[in-house]
């Protein structure tokens, strides 16, 4: 499923900020997404729909709330409740694989360093 861009979002030019906040070329962040320049081009400028999965990833490299830039949580959010309901799902597949990753670096020889 991909963001439905619709005129109050602005939803590539803020992810051109967010990226610029972390000083980030696109060249950069295109290559930690695992995409084409172009492609980031394209959904900076609105020209491209944006997968709910690129959107997610650019969310944790970027540091911001995938909730809070698309307004879900204040009720303004233009998308439909059917939208919101997959952008949760893969939000949470995301972050459940980020903390199987994590978790799997953190085993080492057959023990597990947690803190405590």
């Given at each position: 499923m991909c963001l439905?861009?619709?005129d109050d979002m602005n939803i590539g030019y803020k992810l051109a900020m967010e990226r610029r906040k972390k000083e980030l070329t696109q060249e950069k962040a295109a290559e930690l997404l695992g995409i084409s320049r172009?492609?980031?081009s394209m959904y900076e400028n609105d020209k491209k729909k944006l997968p709910f999965s690129v959107f997610i990833k650019m969310?944790?490299?970027y540091e911001f709330d995938v909730f809070e830039i698309l307004r879900?949580?204040?009720g303004d959010s233009p998308l439909t409740d059917e939208e919101i309901?997959?952008?949760i799902k893969q939000h949470e597949w995301y972050w459940a694989?980020?903390?199987e990753r994590i978790m799997n670096e953190l085993i080492v020889d057959e023990v597990i360093y947690l803190d405590q």
């Amino acid at each position: 499923m991909c963001l439905r861009e619709t005129d109050d979002m602005n939803i590539g030019y803020k992810l051109a900020m967010e990226r610029r906040k972390k000083e980030l070329t696109q060249e950069k962040a295109a290559e930690l997404l695992g995409i084409s320049r172009s492609s980031l081009s394209m959904y900076e400028n609105d020209k491209k729909k944006l997968p709910f999965s690129v959107f997610i990833k650019m969310a944790y490299l970027y540091e911001f709330d995938v909730f809070e830039i698309l307004r879900v949580n204040d009720g303004d959010s233009p998308l439909t409740d059917e939208e919101i309901n997959e952008l949760i799902k893969q939000h949470e597949w995301y972050w459940a694989k980020k903390r199987e990753r994590i978790m799997n670096e953190l085993i080492v020889d057959e023990v597990i360093y947690l803190d405590q």
